[in-house]
């Protein structure tokens, strides 16, 4: 069903409120009384109820009327909200948004959101620190950063988490592995591999050493490294197996690595809008964040399939 009134017609109606009467309403609202009438008559019909008592008196509100008052305030608050947040927002030409997010993530989730939101507003300036998983949370939580794209590993009570999307893990090898076949892998058959993996304080170890856990599984590794661009290093070299998100690996049509799903259990991290549940964005921080949800949930309302990313690009 379609409601066929605008904003003129709620500020109508809550002016005769107001101010008691048709006539101090429509010198307000510098209206003629019967333009001002018909306002309301139109508001009255998409409602489907009386809202207003005419007395000799005064006018005042029905009860369906009482109960409209607040909503057609908040309504209206909203509304003048968002103008002036788009006014702003036009008048700060030299605005900068700075986020924080995964290296891996920065490559899948911004550049196409950030083209189309510098065609609208192509003053914006951006700054986006690539930082680790528990390196992004502390600049959230800090407030160096408008928002960021990580994983949520961290349950700290001040942060909140609007998930994108699940990356699963996968294994990394050489085409020349012994591993190198089609199909998933089961977690059990990397024991006799040497296994390259990211240091315990990395926030993805963190989430894979406690999904393995409870299955009673434990990761047993041969190399150790802090980032994730240097374990591919060390599979292309020959060095041993990898597991890493699927993000962070080589696309397909690599020549020397390729990658298989791990199952028994089949783990993911989670990746998502990170926010301080008491910060308050900036309006240009707000738009964009809202063409990044709006974009992405139009794009897949599924598990998206993501787009591996190059060596260069981790």
Known sequence: MNINCDILDLRAFLAVVELEGFHKAAEALNLSQPALTRRIQKLEQAVGAALLERTTRRVAPTALGRELIPLVKRMLEEFESSLFSVRELGQRQNAVVTIACLPTAAFYFLPGVIKRFNEIYPQIRFRILDLSANDGLQSVARGEVEFGISLMASSDPQLQFTPLMDDPFVLACRRDHPLAVEG???????????????????????????????????????????????????????????????????????????????????????IGVVQRRSGRLSPAAQRFLDMLLREWRDEDQGTPVAEPATSSQL
């Not at 890493?244 to 690595?257: C, D, E, K, M, V």
């Open 184 to 270: 998933p892998l089961r977690w059990s058959e990397l024991e006799p591999h040497r296994l390259i993996t990211v240091g315990r304080t990395s926030g993805n170890r963190t989430l894979l050493d406690a999904a393995l856990a409870r299955s009673n599984l434990r990761l047993q590794w041969f190399y150790e490294v802090t980032h994730l661009s240097t374990s591919l290093g060390l599979v292309e070299a020959g060095l041993g197996v990898s597991v890493l998100p699927r993000l962070a690996t080589p696309q397909s049509n690599h020549p020397f690595i390729m990658t298989r799903p791990l199952i028994e259990p089949e783990v993911s991290r989670p």
